[in-house]
């Protein structure tokens, strides 16, 4: 394997790891925001205020745009699983089929 090939790999590991981490990401922040709905657990805490701020600050911006388009469904926000079934097609299908791309063309030359 020469280095294009191995740069491409971790290049595409990395874009792996990192769908991977916001989906985990949108995961808990949809539990910790039921956990909130249902008075489990509330803002006092620093450091539950501190990691609600933060998992909003990293999931808010990728799921602002089907916000807008996506209406809540009796209340309940549908949002964060149209989001997971996005990122899990990229993740699974589009990911490998450009890593796939890309090694072919290092292949090539």
């Known amino acids: 394997m020469d280095l294009a090939a191995a740069a491409i790999n971790f290049l595409f590991f990395i874009a792996g790891a990192i769908l991977q981490l916001l989906i985990f990401a949108i995961i808990v922040n949809a539990i910790l925001s039921w956990l909130f709905a249902f008075d489990v ?3 006092r805490n620093r450091f539950v205020y501190g990691l609600a701020q933060a998992l909003e600050r990293i999931t808010g911006p ?4 089907f916000r ?18 996005i990122l899990s097609g990229v993740q699974r299908i589009l990911l490998p ?11 090539a030359f």
């Open 41 to 43: 657990i509330n803002y």
């Open 62 to 65: 990728l799921m602002a745009p």
């Open 68 to 85: 807008r388009f996506i209406p809540p469904l009796g209340g309940i926000d549908v949002t964060p699983i149209i989001v997971l079934i």
């Open 97 to 107: 089929a450009a890593h796939m791309a890309a090694l072919n063309l290092t292949y």
